[in-house]
Every structure is written in C-alpha cells, then in structure tokens.
C-alpha cells in the first residue's frame, strides 16, 4: 500500500475552519424537513432493508450517518477533519454509531467489517480514485455494495467525476452496477440544479 500522502490530495479547503458554517447549505445540514426527508428516502432504496454495518466516508458532520442510524443501521463514520467529527459526534449522540478521526482514502477499520460503503462528494477530491476503491473494497464483506454519490460542478472550471468515469472505476471490482440520476430532484439539494449529480450503486 502506498504512503497515505500519495494517497490523498482533496481540495486546499480547510475543512476545520469551514465546519461551523457547513451545515448552513441545505444539502449538507438537512435541516429543512423537506431536504431531509428526501435524502432518507434515497438512503432507504440505496441501503440494504435489514440493519447493516455503514462505512461513512468523508462523513462530515453526519447527517447522512445520522440517517442511516436512524433508519436502524450500525454506523461508522470517518472525517479527516477533527472540527467536523466533533459535530458528527454531537450529531449522532445516542445512536448506534461512532465517528473517528482519520483518512477518508485509507480510513482506519477494520478489513471486510462493512456491508456498505457510503461516499458523498469526496471521491473526486481523492488523486488516485482507481487505487482508493480498489482498498475500499477490501473494507466490504462478500455481497457489500458501494454508495457512490457524486457529479461535476461549476461551468467555468468545472469539477467533479463524470459519471462514466466513476462506473469505469467500479467495473473491475463490482458485479451489477446502477446509476441514480439524482439532478431532477431539486428537494435533495434545496434548490434546482442544472449540473450531473449522481448515485452509484455497486454490488460487489
């Protein structure tokens, strides 16, 4: 396995100084009833229907953690940002679930622990996605899936992974494949959208 700082480049964002505000967007805090509702909806037809192990990575302040806790599943979630775990572990307070410091692209858990891994908006961030998936799922059980949410922003200088980018990634290492256009419903992001957003649901 290669050294961690090969492995991870993300953005020059400081993530610990963006965590008091990050909540604010209504995709990232759920706050409004509607939002929120809308991405459990999701959360229900993309996780499995019997309580399952949840690998939230690049969790956040962990509102989808909190999600799917609350949806009955065990939950890990994992942030290389100290500010934004301390919020996810607030947030998540008395559900079954637990929040570590760590690297999203090498989290630290534990080999084939996990029945799902769920990723939003942080593949792209990651320099070496074919080598980070291919570790992932060595952190799945046989018959685990990928939740790969993810799309292209901005028209200017755009950013983000194409959707064929991320199917190609997964080809090799997943069995059935599906996309979820997820840019048709404005509810998930309390706004309309016009840019590619996403889910990919791997089985391996």
């Known amino acids: ?27 990232h805090g759920l ?15 993309w996780l499995p229907d ?12 962990g509102s989808l953690a909190l999600l799917a806790a609350e949806q009955g599943h065990r939950v890990t979630g994992v942030d ?26 090498i989290p630290p858990v ?3 622990g996990y029945d ?9 961030t990651l320099p070496r996605p074919a080598e980070v998936l291919r570790h992932w799922r ?6 685990g899936r990928f939740v790969l949410v993810e799309g292209v922003w901005g028209s200017l200088s755009p950013v983000g992974m194409p959707v064929d980018e991320v199917t190609g990634l997964l080809a090799p290492l997943a069995g059935r494949i599906r996309v979820e256009p997820l840019s048709d419903d404005p509810l998930l ?12 649901l791997a089985e391996i």
């Open 50 to 61: 019997q309580p399952s192990d949840v690998l939230d990575l690049g969790c956040g302040t």
């Open 1 to 27: 396995m290669s050294d961690a700082s090969e492995w991870t480049a993300g953005t020059d964002v400081d993530w610990d100084a963006q965590a008091p505000g990050f909540d604010d967007e209504p995709d």
């Open 116 to 124: 799902v891994i769920l990723v939003r908006h942080v593949l792209w």
């Open 31 to 45: 706050r409004a009833p509607e939002t929120r509702a809308a991405w459990a909806g999701r959360l229900r037809g």
């Open 189 to 200: 992001w309390g706004k309309t959208v016009t840019d590619e957003r996403y889910a990919v």
């Open 138 to 143: 060595t952190l799945l059980r046989p018959g």
């Open 110 to 112: 534990v080999e084939e």
């Open 80 to 105: 290389a940002s100290p500010a934004m775990v301390e919020r996810a572990r607030a947030k998540l307070a008395g559900q079954d679930a637990r929040v570590l410091c760590g690297d999203a692209a």
